[in-house]
């Protein structure tokens, strides 16, 4: 029968394994971040990978899919930053600067009704946006 220590030891170690992974990862707004360093230090393939992993940890992330469809506009893969765009929206319908993405992706497809109703959903949202700061504003 193994010794009060022996079993201590082993618990121990059976916790760490457990936890220490844990402690050194990265959540997924950590990659979104890593992400847009990425685009800034004009790395768009650390910044497609960094963005996939920020969609992998959290599938449910709007920005992950909002910087992955930017990666894919700047690479003229309009058919993914499509797919990106929409999902951000699915995620988040209110993400304004999405829908104005989106209307740009549909505008270089050759889509422009699409992308002027995109367009026109982002005057909208936004113009609610001013408004509401506008009167956050005046409340404090």
Known sequence: MPSHRTLFSLCLLSLLAL?????????S???????LAQVEAQDYEGAETAFQKAI?????????YYGLGGIHNYQKKYDL????FKTTLRIDPTFVDAH???GYTYEQMGQNEKAEKEYTIYRRLK?????????EKKTR
């Open 19 to 27: 936890i220490l992974p844990q402690c050194s990862d990265k959540n």
């Open 29 to 35: 707004d950590d990659y979104y971040k890593e992400g």
């Open 56 to 64: 992998e940890k959290n599938p449910k992330n709007p920005n992950g």
């Open 81 to 84: 930053a499509e797919q990106a």
């Open 100 to 102: 104005f993405s989106l």
């Open 127 to 135: 113009k609610k946006m001013e408004h509401f700061m506008n009167e």
